[in-house]
């Protein structure tokens, strides 16, 4: 197989978790036990498909073009595409297709189930590696955005302005991201510097 780099680029997804489904042979990729991918084994262990989700216009497009993308293999033939292992496509294609197969599979659950999944508040920020996260603050998706730093009672602006007014599951649905309400609310303690830093850390993270 030429995508010697499948395994790594999936497993480093949030939230993705891999299992060997035995009576099929198949390597799967999951999120939150629903699939979005695979690798298909022969009998010799070799891979003989990749199969993933995709958008139904984008997939017949695909298959339109590329000889080596096909229908997906004991898959729903609408939904699902497999690609030949050592065939024509494009590295780069085959991210887009991964990529917008996770996408297609985590948009599947609700807001609130997505930000759990990718362990992210709306803003991309992993709270747990903030040190107010515990005794001061049980992280913002646990408290609906209301964290000890927003107005008492109230859901930070950018919880708010996302999840509460737009109904996004993050920021990432924004085509403003990110906007003016992030530069807002920067932490008077930080520097410009360190504050731009981290916009581009957030806006990394929902990407």
Known sequence: MKYLWIDEYLKSKRGVTKDLQAEW????YLIDGKMFAAVCLGSDNKPYYI??????VEGDYLRQKYPDIIPGYYMNKQHWNSVKPDGEVPDDLM???LDEA???VLSSFSGKKQREILGLSVCGTDCT?????GDMCKGCNQVCGKVFHAPKGQACPIYRCAVNQNKYANCAGCEQLPCDIWRRTKDPSMTDE???ASIAERVGNLK
């Open 102 to 104: 996770y996408r297609l």
């Open 25 to 28: 042979n198949w390597e799967r």
């Open 95 to 97: 991210k887009h297709m």
């Open 194 to 196: 360190a504050f731009e």
């Open 129 to 133: 590696k903030c040190g107010c996260y």
């Open 51 to 56: 199969t993933m989700k995709l958008d139904p």
